[in-house]
């Protein structure tokens, strides 16, 4: 796993026709993939907003009703990783430290 991708084991796995989606992988969001996103708003875990940003920054690629069918738990720990792609590298490099 590197600083811009995270995968994540879905607590309650997406199914999709024949697919059973149980891994997600989380690409770090570049400014475009942001857009008409609050910022604040994902780092407070707002549901809303990371819906909205999950389906561009997913693979395999969640539909929108996918991301809204997710799990509670799921979400936060997805929601978790956007946090952390977020953060600045000082903030990061603080925590590391203390």
């Not at 993939?33 to 819906?51: D, H, P, Q, Y």
């Not at 991301?67 to 590391?96: H, I, M, S, Y």
Request: hydrophobic share 45%; glycine share 6%; aromatic share 2%.
């Amino acid at each position: 796993m590197s600083q811009q991708t995270a995968t994540i084991t879905l607590d309650t796995a997406l199914v999709r026709g024949e697919q059973t989606i149980a891994t997600l992988t989380l690409r770090k969001p570049n400014a475009g993939e942001l857009r008409g996103i609050s910022l604040v708003e994902l780092t407070r875990l707002e549901a809303g907003a990371l819906i909205t940003l999950l389906p561009r920054i997913t693979e395999p690629t969640l539909l929108p009703e996918e991301a809204r069918r997710l799990d509670p738990a799921d979400l936060l720990q997805c929601g978790t990783e956007v946090t952390n792609f977020l953060l600045p590298k000082a903030v990061k490099a603080e925590f590391q430290i203390a």
